[in-house]
T-cell receptor, first 115, second 115 residues
Framework: KQEVTQIPAALSVPEGENLVLNCSFT??????LQWFRQDPGKGLTSLLL?????REQTSGRLNASLDKSSGRSTLYIAASQPGDSATYLC??????????????FGKGTHLIIQP | NAGVMQNPRHLVRRRGQEARLRCSPM?????VYWYRQLPEEGLKFMVY????????ESGMPKERFSAEFPKEGPSILRIQQVVRGDSAAYFC?????????????FGPGTRLTVL
């Protein structure tokens, strides 16, 4: 059964720093991996989608990498801003997840950017 | 292009009542997924539906929970005889196609509180 782990569970850094969020998954036979952002009491905003054949995706100050063979992904946030404060979720699509077409989520990294 | 819509955003029920949660997918999307987020837990897949068909309900509790996606109208997640443990945020997502490599887009969620 697919399991997704995110480290660290919480992170607090000063504004302007570059930071890395980590995600690992137990079954490397995935179709894709998505990074989401969730603000308190809100829904999920999709940040980046990496297909299993890809190594990385970039959007603005965000860069996500995927190493499928080792079961790892990282989300790199450059020049962090207070508006980046949120919970970041990693999710994978795989046949060994909770459902054949459902995503398996990690518990998230709660990020606080100090002004 | 409106995103995934869910209503109500907040729902309060007393134990034993029924809860109906609605989800309208993005325009052009015919595949709907329901997820549940319990307090301090990650999101868990519940059910995957296409129009008039339940494709995968492996994440649904065996009793009291049902889902449908009729030919016309929104998808509905129905919880009968709610209990306090049903209190959670319920998220709906949609995708253009049901293949596992398709990106899922999430709605704002319905927060159910059972008194």
């Amino acid at each position: 059964k697919q399991e997704v782990t995110q480290i660290p569970a919480a992170l607090s850094v000063p504004e302007g720093e570059n930071l890395v969020l980590n995600c690992s998954f137990t079954d490397s036979a995935i179709y894709n991996l998505q990074w989401f952002r969730q603000d308190p009491g809100k829904g999920l905003t999709s940040l980046l989608l990496i297909q299993s054949s890809q190594r990385e995706q970039t959007s603005g100050r965000l860069n996500a990498s995927l190493d499928k063979s080792s079961g790892r992904s990282t989300l790199y946030i450059a020049a962090s801003q207070p508006g980046d404060s949120a919970t970041y979720l990693c999710a994978v699509s795989s046949d060994s997840g909770g459902g054949a077409d459902g995503l398996t989520f990690g518990k998230g990294t709660h990020l606080i950017i100090q002004p | 292009n409106a995103g995934v819509m869910q209503n109500p955003r907040h729902l309060v029920r007393r134990r034993g009542q029924e809860a109906r949660l609605r989800c309208s997918p993005m325009k052009g999307h015919s595949h709907v997924y329901w997820y549940r987020q319990l307090p301090e837990e990650g999101l868990k897949f519940m059910v995957y539906l296409q129009k008039e068909n339940i494709i995968d309900e492996s994440g649904m509790p065996k009793e009291r929970f049902s889902a449908e996606f009729p030919k016309e109208g929104p998808s509905i997640l129905r919880i009968q005889q709610v209990v306090r443990g049903d209190s959670a945020a319920y998220f709906c997502a949609s995708s253009r196609a049901g293949y596992s490599y398709n990106e899922q887009f999430f709605g704002p969620g319905t927060r159910l509180t059972v008194l």
